[in-house]
Each structure stands twice: as C-alpha cells, then as structure tokens.
C-alpha cells in the first residue's frame, strides 16, 4: 500500500496552484493502479483542489447519478488530450468546502482504490463512486 498522505496531497496540489495562460486545468500524475490511472488536479479560475480518477474506455456517464456533497463537487472531465480514450471523474473540492477535510476525504478515498485495485472482485469504478457517496452522507 503506498504511504498517502493529507501533507503529500497537498504538496501535489500547491505545485498546481498557478494557472497558466488561459487554462482550465493542470494535473500531476500520482499513480496506476492497474488500467486506472490517478491525477491530482487544480482547476481554474478558483484554483480549486481535485482528485482525477480516469477509467479506460469512453463512455457517457450520467451527470445526475453523480455524488455530490456539502464541500465537493463530482464531475467528468471532457476535452482534455491527458485522458483522450478513457472516462475521467473528478472530485473537486468547493471554494465553501475545508481544504483540510477535502485532503483527509482524497487519502481516505486513494486508500480504498488502492484495495478495490487489488481485490479480484472489486470493480474500481463502483468502488469510488461508493465511498465518495459513503463521504456525502457523511457530511
């Protein structure tokens, strides 16, 4: 299991935090986890914290079957050439939302990919989506 860390998160985060030209969005690779590749992510103009996850193929996904809770905000990422060919979700904290509760939810959330990716019977997708609704319902 790798070592994530709320201070290592936010490392990741701060080296994204200054926009360049018109941008929408800046990404730093952290992991794979077999065919699921993991960013962190700033996106503009707010500079607001994100964790990307993308999943391979292309497939529309319903916005409305989507978490969403107080401080965060769960959407897909279309349009950028880093995830041309796969399904990007994004977790992005609110301007409202604590960026220290934001960062114990992402570590929180990277760890239990990690054991979803390692578990033959776990779909990594299904297992995102259900601990960040797990988070809403916390919050």
């Known amino acids: ?50 964790l990307i996850v993308s999943f391979p193929g292309s ?8 978490p969403e809770g107080k401080g965060f905000d769960v959407s897909c990422i279309e349009g950028q050439t880093v995830f041309a060919g796969k399904t990007a979700i994004a977790l992005v904290r609110r301007p409202e939302g604590s960026p220290d509760i934001f960062a114990i939810m992402v570590v929180d959330v990277l760890r239990t990919l990690e054991t979803a990716a390692n578990s033959a019977s776990r779909d990594v997708m299904e297992a995102f989506l259900e601990r960040v609704r797990e988070w809403q319902a916390f919050m």
Do not use: K, Y
């Open 1 to 50: 299991m790798t070592g994530w860390t709320e201070e290592g998160i936010a490392r990741a985060w701060r080296a994204l935090a200054r926009q360049e030209a018109a941008e929408d969005w800046r990404f730093v690779h952290l992991t794979d986890m077999g065919a699921v590749s993991v960013e962190a992510g700033c996106h503009f103009p707010l500079g607001r914290e994100a």
């Open 59 to 66: 497939w529309p996904v319903n916005p409305a079957r989507l």
